[in-house]
Nanobody, 117 residues
Framework: QVQLVESGGGLVQPGGSLNLSCAAS????????MAWFRRPPGKARELVAT???????KYADSVRGRFTISRGHAKNTIWLQMDNLKAEDTAVYYC???????????WGQGTQVTVSS
């Protein structure tokens, strides 16, 4: 099993920045991919960025060039640096871990990001 805990959300003005973190624990060696998803108000959950254990990082078109996903030195923390935030980035952001073989997905509890003046 894997446990994921997000932090770093909050209220920010348009053009501002936030840095989300996701602390992972448990069966880290069996994780195939870490990712950030978000659920905007009244909309379906959508993929923001993915970081596979092997392979290239990918971003949604809507955030490419503004958001950066990275892994901490200890590899049990991933980050989502969000710059030049827009109102449409307002959402609950979720950390995700997908397991090897079973492709089972673990989710964090989510952290609210609100971009508003």
């Amino acid at each position: 099993q894997v446990q994921l805990v997000e932090s770093g959300g909050g209220l920010v003005q348009p053009g501002g920045s936030l840095n989300l973190s996701c602390a992972a624990s448990g069966s880290m060696e069996s994780i195939e991919r870490m990712a950030w998803f978000r659920r905007p108000p009244g909309k379906a959950r959508e993929l923001v960025a993915t970081m596979p254990s092997a392979g290239a990082i990918k971003y949604a078109d809507s955030v490419r060039g503004r958001f950066t996903i990275s892994r901490g030195h200890a590899k049990n923390t991933i980050w989502l640096q969000m710059d030049n935030l827009k109102a449409e980035d307002t959402a609950v952001y979720y950390c995700n871990a997908r397991m090897e073989v079973t492709l089972y997905n673990y989710w964090g509890q989510g952290t609210q990001v609100t971009v508003s003046s």
